[in-house]
């Protein structure tokens, strides 16, 4: 029974002797555990990227098709086709998009004069 006793204050010592040496070595502060910020999550190359989404029309259907008259006014066919396009992409059902077509079909024919005036 005296041997067992012994041995545990040996441990005890052992320990305590650990734990000086220990609080002396970080200067009797307590360090704090290290922080990382987490990790993004791998994007795996087989994974396809994610749809784009289709762009909305920045302009309603009737600034659309003022600034397409603006443009064959002053003769610009490009900017005309351009905003006719958007027009097209803002029309909301089939007689604004058929006029859409009909004006962009002037354009394409170099008929400004038609587009500007309807």
Same mark, same amino acid.
């Given at each position: 029974?005296? =041997?067992?006793?012994?041995?545990?204050?040996?441990?005890?010592?052992?320990?305590?002797?650990?734990?000086?040496?220990?609080?002396?070595?970080?200067?009797?502060?307590?360090?704090?555990?290290?922080?990382?910020?987490?990790?993004?999550?791998?994007?795996?190359?087989?994974?396809?990227?994610?749809?784009?989404?289709? =762009?909305?029309?920045t302009?309603?259907?009737?600034?659309?098709?003022?600034?397409?008259?603006?443009?064959?006014?002053?003769?610009?066919?490009?900017?005309?086709?351009?905003?006719?396009?958007?027009? %097209?992409?803002?029309a909301?059902?089939?007689?604004?998009?058929? %006029?859409?077509?009909? %004006?962009?079909d002037?354009?394409?024919?170099?008929? %400004?004069?038609?587009?500007?005036?309807?």
């Open positions: 029974m005296n =041997e067992k006793r012994m041995n545990v204050w040996l441990i005890l010592g052992a320990l305590l002797i650990v734990a000086a040496v220990a609080l002396v070595a970080c200067g009797g502060q307590a360090t704090p555990a290290p922080t990382t910020p987490p990790k993004a999550k791998p994007v795996s190359p087989t994974q396809p990227p994610p749809p784009k989404a289709t =762009e909305a029309p302009m309603s259907f009737a600034q659309y098709l003022d600034q397409a008259m603006d443009a064959a006014k002053a003769g610009d066919a490009e900017k005309a086709k351009e905003m006719l396009n958007g027009a %097209l992409q803002a909301e059902n089939d007689a604004d998009k058929a %006029l859409v077509n009909e %004006l962009l002037d354009v394409e024919k170099g008929n %400004l004069d038609e587009v500007a005036e309807d």
